[in-house]
């Protein structure tokens, strides 16, 4: 056996170890003859609570509207044109959500719908909205249940399957574990169905193009991403920090056979959620402007803490909020980069001052941070910093 595969130990505890998790569903899991599969997915819900209770914050990423539409339409098997699926989507993300948000809610957790396209995942903007309706559901308690928008998706314009959707979600919301379940246990040098030498591997510790080869068109009916989806998805979350599993849905509480040491094929990430993105600021983003800090906000980011618009004296560039931005000195050292929460514009008017001020200033309730300290990256050298100007300490002092 090569070098890059690592034998089972049937490690427990995997999950519940996770901060954050995202779960990815398959449709021939949910859905059978048009209809929801209701004790599968209350026991998926079991699991959910048993996560909940260890800790982690869950986020749903669930196949099944389009065939459970079809059921409810009475539309025929076979494949369906684009207008037939987009009604059947329509249809289906309806009975599919108030599934969900039985299911949880009777094991007291909140579940929230969010339907994303492929442009919500790779246009800034509509890229860091996303983020914060994620975010901001997970601060409050509740479950995302998230699904691509087939309603408007049309085949130039979408992900086609959500392995790679659930992996774009992962890394969006900084996971640490991302859990593919379909109808195949993991990953095999060989279709198993067709070679009987084929050998489980239960740990990839770097996706190879040996790796990549191996990769056939395992899927059922209803499941349009077969291994290939799989693997793809996994290089975009172990690139960005998120450990990945594959495994099996096919039997009941799933998630609790993986925390148990349940066959699954896992996925090494090249580093943590939070170096991976600190990493992406810091060496892939093109600067689009520069803020000019005071002595006291140097020193508060330099302790780990945020930057605040009191701390800000000077802004250039035409940035826009999701930017990159150069954080500098004074005296014109480069201190880091960072993303900016802000347009230049808005900035302009609330640089300076206290983060209280910002809702009359602009006229709505922004963000308290310029740049968050998770969004934040500074150089490797030692900063020599002068006290904090008075006015840029009183506000920290309320931050």
């Known amino acids: 056996m090569s070098e890059l595969f690592h034998p089972a130990t ?31 997915l209350a026991a998926l819900c079991d699991d959910l609570k048993m996560l909940a209770k260890a800790g982690a914050e869950l986020i749903v990423v669930s196949s099944g509207a389009i065939a459970l539409g079809r059921g409810v339409l009475g539309l025929p098997s ?102 593919l379940l379909s109808d195949v246990d993991g990953l095999y040098t060989a279709p198993p169905a067709q070679d009987p030498n084929a050998v489980f591997l239960p740990e990839v510790p770097a996706i190879t193009p040996e790796i990549e080869a191996m990769a056939g068109a395992a899927g059922s009916e209803l499941s349009r991403g077969g291994m290939r989806t799989k693997i793809d998805a996994a290089r975009i979350a172990t690139s960005a920090g998120t450990t990945m599993a594959i495994a099996s849905g096919t039997r009941m509480n799933p998630l609790a056979a993986i925390e148990n040491g349940g066959r699954a094929t896992w996925f090494s990430a090249r580093a943590t959620p939070a170096s991976a993105r600190k990493a992406w600021i810091g060496g892939h983003l093109e600067p689009r402007g520069t803020l000019e800090l005071d002595a006291g906000a140097i020193r508060a980011v330099v302790d780990g803490r945020s930057l605040l618009p009191a701390g800000v004296r000077r802004i250039e560039g035409g940035f826009s909020r999701g930017d990159a931005v150069r954080i500098v ?43 968050h300290r998770d969004d934040l990256v500074l150089n ?10 008075t006015a840029a300490e009183e506000e920290r002092g309320h931050a």
């Not at 059947?88 to 396209?117: F, H, K, M, N, P």
């Not at 880091?336 to 300076?352: K, T």
């Not at 490797?380 to 100007?389: K, M, R, V």
Request: proline letters at 2%; glycine letters at 10%; charged letters at 25%.
């Open 78 to 179: 076979g494949a369906l044109k684009l207008e037939q699926a987009q009604a059947a989507a329509s249809v289906g993300q309806v009975a599919l959500a108030q599934a969900y948000a039985d299911a949880l809610g009777g094991r007291g957790l909140t579940a929230g719908q969010i339907l994303l396209t492929l442009g919500d995942t790779e246009e800034r903007r509509r890229y860091l909205n996303a983020r914060e309706t994620v975010s901001t559901l997970l601060k409050l308690g509740a479950v995302p249940i998230v699904n691509e928008n087939d309603t408007v998706a049309t085949s130039e314009i979408r992900y086609g399957d959500n392995d790679r959707l659930a992996a774009r979600v992962a890394t969006m919301c900084s996971a640490d574990c991302l859990v």
């Open 10 to 40: 049937a490690e427990t505890g995997r999950l519940s170890r996770s901060r954050r998790i995202v779960v990815k569903i398959g449709s021939s899991l949910l859905v059978a003859d048009g209809q929801l599969k209701r004790d599968w």
């Open 380 to 389: 490797d050298q030692t900063l020599e910093t002068a006290p904090c100007d």
């Open 329 to 371: 000195a004074p005296d014109g050292r480069d201190i880091g980069r960072g993303i900016v929460a802000y347009d230049h514009r808005h900035a302009q008017l609330i640089m300076g001052r206290n983060s209280r001020e910002i809702e009359a200033i602009l006229g709505y309730a922004g963000r308290a941070e310029m740049v």
